[in-house]
């Protein structure tokens, strides 16, 4: 009784008091809080507890004790007291035995140390004051855990673990760490978690507790601070968390993979306490949650816990070791399923079940019924092929043949095509066909067959597909485009084993649209009968799904296996045995009216720049031309149904065309089929011209062009084109056809070729190409004085060609050779040169762009003038005075705002030839600005022409300048001061009659005009030295013209009137027959040999003045043509000629017969 009194005082004498007074009832301390301590309060002492003294401590100073509880493992503790001199001293935690460990003492005011406490225990800390007094103090306890307070040292969780999560050990927030937050913004503390997962599984991961809103941020593995998924409700409904409580559930498919997630509580408290359990359910742990297995899992048994007994599964001799539980359905009927497993650490062994349950097992395997090695021959298998319908499930456990868990075991399922698995058994495909590739049930690598790789991937599934050519003259289309598979490889065989491959692609060779990327070829000639092998796959995904599909197609029966033609080649062709038209290739008609008919389709390919190709089809009426620039929609370039290109061996209603611009070793398309599908025999040809080849397609030069010329490349001559030399030697040579159009009528030409002097060249120049067109011009020298072209070189100069009207010019050798030259034309306007100025009549304005001229001053030789410009651009004029002599003349350069010009004026071309310069508005011309040019010209001389020129300065701002010219003679009551203008030319006569012994004229002619200054009249007042009507012999005889004008003013202007003989006044020129003409005698007039006389009989010839005949007649004793004449005789020839006047001449000859000729 008295034991029981006792206890019952001491608990009431502990308990009684406050919390802190005393080692048995100490106060609880709560992470990071602080307490307020006040000594005088505290009555026990370390000695009135009966502890043991550490330090300088009496044992007998007032102390406060503290109690803590470690809320995690492995944490970092501080404990501070603040205040007065404080000391701490720290115990085990105490038991009511009192039975106390003095573990430390600081006298530093403040203490921390890390502890390995198992969370949940705890110490005890005594507070006193050194110096005996009392405080206050401010002490508190920090927990800091030391995993999981950042993402970089999260806390490892494991699976099936619950953790304890006192978010006031974990003092970072997210936002501190500066990581994303998920927009969700979290303001208190953040614990970080991760996991590892073990396999193909289901995970549950919970932060349950009795109050508070849990919340989960994921991040990735790398802590790269991007928050991938934020949660903060009950998603799994686990009855342990309230709905604000957090939970999840996932799919993991990898073995190893980190999870790392933070927990926060949603308003910040720090007070709740969460458990994180994290619970993962591997697939295959029970036969209700198996692997669905679709290819290949390596897998560990140990951990999986239960074994087919424990799942009610029984085969007769169902071990009891650890069971991994599997499930498939079948894909195909047209495939076998081969399920295998195997390791070489211990004997794996199959169970097939219909279903989970009893009785539903259907087999077991333990041996390797398919006798292959998929892990290696040492290794531990077991095989079973089957043969399933599909949509078939099975369901299949894979156990330790003894029970054995420990090590590695792959379990694999394959459906594996019935044909085209293997090299050995392909699929044969049809042309045309298109076989649905899936990887997935063609398992075998390309070296498990014993063939290279050509190149490609050899670790990838696997088609086997054999063609078999059904003819020798064709292209082979192959492709595995489409489905799934983003690339996709073709290998090709001549056979199955090492050393067959001869091709291989894994990209659009065959540029086909519908492939993209993916692989495509072709392959052409390929013998008849002979098996191509091709083995396709997907390199890249290696599961991908795709198409085969192929295609034979005998050449020009396809735009893509179309026909190749050479220049010059000639194809012939018949529409009848095609199949394929336009329509079918995915073409347009290019406008033409095919309507689905047969078509052939070529290709050719361009090797000469700037070229002219002439497309024909000749033979047959009713024929389409289409020409594409790839076998693709839209591509459409050209098209024709007649002869466009006027082919010689076309007709006009037959097909031909002409292309140009079409680029070098660029492949354009040519297909070719009957109007309204009817079908045709007929020739197809290709001819490609270089400009310049022929004169029907001529080299079109421009004004000073220059052109290289090497004649080795031309093919053509001038004879081959039909055209005459032209006075030239060379026309057997090869030749080079231009064609100029000139830009005005009032221009020299100049054309050349030459080489300095190295060669021996000819220009012929025609009005057109063909025998009808007219030669114009030839050279084989140096016509033109080219200082560029030696003697033998040629070069000439046209003038008086038509503006606008194209002619034809062509360059070749006087020998027929083919050696280089240099061609160049250079067509010279008006103005373009000093001595080919631009004639300029009074008050005419010429607009003109100086920009636009060739030539400058300084450009001609020795011609200088004037202290500006010269090296501009400058336009030449001549300008002839019309008027009195001493007049004016003004000239101006003005027109365009901004231009700046100068005016020099010639008396020729050539050096010493400057009379005057301007470069300002000298003459004052109101229409002129300052720096616009004018010059004024004093005592012109009428009928002299003059040449001036007309330039820019350096700084003008406009081109174009309006040139102006106006004559001003000497005025008197505005009439001309030197009296009126009359021009009369000289009057010709000739005689007509006689007088006087002599021939005559009669004079009678008109007076003319005369002018004056406008505005002036003037008449012809007297006239002297001849009279109308008067008959006048031979001579000159001046006339004198008596005028006068408004202004009073009388001048006296001459002609002549010029009398000449009409015929020879000595009578005509005669040249008289033979003085004795002999006939021969060639028919009987009786019995008597004559002959006819003939005038052919003699030779006889009269001639006289061109204005006087001249006539033959015979006299009255003369025999006359016609007239028999006989052997024997002699005849009197006697001719009188007789001219206009009545003068003539006599010729007599004897004329005999003979019957003997000579």
């Given at each position: 009784q008295q034991n029981i009194f006792w206890f019952f005082f001491f608990v009431y004498f502990v308990f009684a008091q406050d919390p802190g007074n005393n080692c048995i009832l100490p106060y609880e301390m709560r992470n990071t809080v602080q307490v307020n301590v006040d000594l005088s309060s505290y009555t026990s002492t370390i000695n009135s507890e009966g502890l043991t003294k550490c330090g300088p401590s009496t044992g007998d100073e007032p102390v406060f004790f503290g109690q803590y509880t470690s809320l995690v493992p492995n944490s970092k503790i501080t404990i501070s007291a603040c205040g007065g001199d404080s000391e701490l001293v720290i115990y085990p935690t105490a038991l009511i035995l009192a039975i106390l460990i003095l573990v430390v003492t600081l006298h530093n005011s403040q203490a921390s140390f890390s502890t390995n406490l198992v969370a949940g225990n705890s110490f005890i800390f005594g507070l006193y004051d050194a110096a005996g007094g009392t405080g206050p103090f401010t002490t508190s306890v920090t927990e800091v855990a030391n995993e999981g307070t950042t993402c970089s040292i999260p806390y490892q969780i494991s699976d099936g673990e619950s953790f304890d999560t006192y978010l006031s050990a974990y003092p970072n927030s997210i936002a501190s760490l500066g990581m994303d937050d998920c927009l969700n913004s979290p303001i208190g503390n953040a614990a970080f978690f991760k996991y590892t997962t073990l396999?193909?599984?289901?995970?549950?991961?919970?932060?349950?507790?009795?109050?508070?809103?849990?919340?989960?941020?994921f991040f990735s593995s790398t802590c790269s601070g991007i928050c991938l998924l934020f949660l903060g409700a009950n998603n799994v409904n686990l009855p342990e968390c309230d709905a604000s409580q957090v939970s999840v559930a996932f799919t993991s498919t990898n073995e190893g993979y980190d999870y790392i997630f933070a927990l926060t509580e949603d308003s910040g408290s720090t007070t709740d306490i969460f458990t994180v359990t994290v619970n993962e359910e591997l697939f295959g742990e029970t036969c209700s949650f198996p692997v669905a297995l679709s290819r290949y899992v390596i897998l560990s048994l140990n951990l999986f816990p239960n074994s087919m007994s424990s799942q009610g599964l029984n085969c007769g001799q169902?071990?009891?070791?650890?069971?991994?539980?599997?499930?498939?359905?079948?894909?195909?009927?047209?495939?076998?399923?081969?399920?295998?497993?195997?390791?070489?650490?211990?004997?794996?062994?199959?169970?097939?079940?219909?279903?989970?349950?009893?009785?539903?097992?259907?087999?077991?395997?333990?041996?390797?019924?398919?006798?292959?090695?998929?892990?290696?021959?040492?290794?531990?298998t077991a095989s079973i092929t089957l043969e399933l319908d599909i949509d078939t499930t099975i369901y299949f456990a894979v156990v330790g043949h003894n029970g054995e868990n420990t090590g590695k075991v792959l379990v694999s399922v394959a459906e594996v095509s019935k044909v085209g698995a293997t090299c050995a058994m392909p699929y044969y495909i049809a042309n045309g066909d298109s076989i649905d590739i899936d990887p997935r049930f063609f398992p075998n690598y390309i070296t498990r067959e014993g063939l290279d790789t050509c190149g490609g991937t050899n670790y990838a599934n696997s088609a086997y597909i054999v063609y078999v050519p059904e003819s020798s003259s064709s292209k082979i289309i192959f492709s595995a485009c489409g489905g799934s598979a983003s690339t996709t490889g073709i290998h090709v065989y001549s056979g199955c084993g090492e050393g067959t491959c001869f091709g291989y692609t894994d990209?659009?060779?065959?540029?086909?649209?519908?492939?993209?990327?993916?692989?495509?070829?072709?392959?052409?000639?390929?013998?008849?009968?002979?098996?191509?092998?091709?083995?396709?796959?997907?390199?890249?995904?290696?599961?991908?799904?795709?198409?085969?599909?192929?295609?034979?197609?005998?050449?020009?029966?396809?735009?893509?296996?179309?026909?190749?033609?050479?220049?010059?080649?000639?194809?012939?062709?018949?529409?009848?045995?095609?199949?394929?038209?336009?329509?079918?290739?995915?073409?347009?008609?290019?406008?033409?009216?095919?309507?689905?008919?047969?078509?052939?389709?070529?290709?050719?390919?361009?090797?000469?720049?700037?070229?002219?190709?002439?497309?024909?089809?000749?033979?047959?009426?009713?024929?389409?031309?289409?020409?594409?620039?790839?076998?693709?929609?839209d591509t459409c370039i050209g098209y024709s149904n007649n002869n466009q290109a006027n082919v010689p061996e076309c007709t006009p209603t037959q097909a031909s065309i002409t292309l140009t611009g079409m680029q070098v070793e660029t492949i354009f398309y040519i297909a070719i089929d009957g109007v309204d599908g009817t079908t045709s025999d007929f020739t197809v040809r290709v001819t490609e011209f270089v400009y310049g080849n022929t004169c029907d397609i001529p080299y079109q030069i421009a004004n000073r062009e220059t052109v290289n010329t090497d004649l080795t490349t031309q093919q053509y001559s001038i004879a081959s084109q039909g055209l005459s030399e032209c006075g030239g030697k060379g026309s057997q040579g090869n030749a080079k056809f231009f064609e100029y159009t000139p830009i005005s009528s009032d221009s020299k030409i100049v054309i050349s070729a030459c080489a300095l002097g190295s060669t021996d060249s000819d220009i012929h120049v025609y009005s057109g190409c063909g025998g009808s067109s007219t030669c114009l011009a030839y050279a084989d020298n140096n016509l033109a004085n080219n200082a560029q072209c030696g003697s033998n070189e040629a070069s000439l100069i046209l003038q008086g060609m038509e503006e606008g009207i194209p002619f034809i010019f062509v360059t070749d050798h006087y020998c027929g050779l083919s050696p280089s030259f240099t061609v160049q034309i250079n067509e010279i306007l008006p103005g373009d040169i000093c001595s080919f100025a631009r004639q300029i009549n009074d008050k005419e304005i010429v607009s003109v762009d100086l920009s636009n001229q060739p030539n400058s001053i300084s450009s001609e030789e020795g011609l200088e003038c004037g202290a500006t410009g010269e090296t501009q651009t400058a336009m030449f004029f001549e300008f002839t005075p019309q008027a009195v002599s001493g007049s004016s003349v003004i000239i101006s350069a003005c027109g365009s705002a901004g231009s700046d010009t100068n005016i020099y004026v010639f008396s020729g071309c050539g050096e010493t030839t400057c009379v005057n310069f301007a470069d300002n508005n000298d003459a004052a011309i109101p229409q002129c600005n300052a720096p616009q040019a004018s010059i004024l010209l004093s005592e012109v001389q009428a009928g002299l022409p003059f040449i001036f020129a007309v330039d820019l300065s350096a700084n003008s701002g406009a081109s174009v300048v309006d040139v102006y010219v106006e004559e001003i003679p000497p005025l008197v009551d505005d009439c001309y001061a030197s009296g009126s203008l009359y021009e009369h030319d000289d009057v010709y006569f000739f005689t007509t009659s006689s007088c006087g012994g002599s021939f005559c004229a009669e004079i009678d002619f008109d007076l003319g005009q005369c002018t004056d200054y406008p505005g002036c009249g003037c008449e012809i007042t007297s006239i002297s030295g001849v009279t109308m009507g008067d008959l006048m012999q031979t001579g000159t005889y001046p006339v004198s013209v008596t005028i006068t004008n408004d202004a009073g003013v009388t001048v006296e202007r001459f002609f002549n009137v010029v009398v000449e003989d009409s015929c020879n006044p000595d009578g005509p020129s005669v040249e008289c027959p033979q003085d004795e003409i002999v006939v021969f005698a060639d028919t009987l007039c009786g019995r008597v040999p004559c002959a006819q006389f003939s005038q052919e009989d003699f030779s006889f010839s009269c001639s006289d003045y061109e204005t006087c005949d001249c006539n033959l007649v015979y006299s009255s004793d003369s025999i006359t043509p016609g007239e028999m004449l006989y052997v024997r005789r002699t005849y009197l020839l006697e001719i009188e000629v007789t001219n206009s006047l009545g003068l003539y001449s006599t010729c007599i000859s004897v004329v005999t017969v003979s019957d003997q000729p000579n």
């Open positions: 396999g193909e599984s289901r995970v549950t991961i919970s932060a349950c507790g009795v109050s508070g809103d849990s919340n989960f941020h169902t071990p009891n070791g650890n069971a991994a539980f599997f499930t498939y359905t079948t894909l195909s009927s047209n495939t076998e399923t081969r399920l295998y497993t195997c390791s070489n650490v211990f004997d794996p062994d199959i169970y097939i079940f219909s279903g989970c349950g009893a009785n539903t097992c259907d087999m077991f395997v333990a041996d390797n019924t398919f006798d292959i090695a998929p892990c290696g021959s040492d290794f531990s990209d659009n060779r065959a540029n086909i649209p519908e492939c993209g990327t993916q692989a495509s070829a072709s392959l052409s000639l390929r013998p008849a009968g002979t098996p191509i092998y091709f083995v396709v796959n997907d390199p890249t995904d290696k599961d991908g799904t795709f198409t085969f599909h192929l295609e034979e197609i005998v050449y020009g029966h396809a735009c893509t296996a179309s026909l190749p033609l050479s220049n010059g080649s000639g194809a012939s062709v018949n529409l009848d045995g095609l199949t394929n038209s336009i329509a079918s290739q995915g073409l347009s008609d290019c406008g033409g009216n095919t309507n689905g008919g047969k078509a052939v389709f070529f290709r050719y390919t361009p090797t000469l720049a700037d070229s002219n190709i002439v497309i024909s089809a000749c033979g047959s009426e009713n024929v389409n031309i289409h020409v594409y620039s790839s076998c693709a929609t």
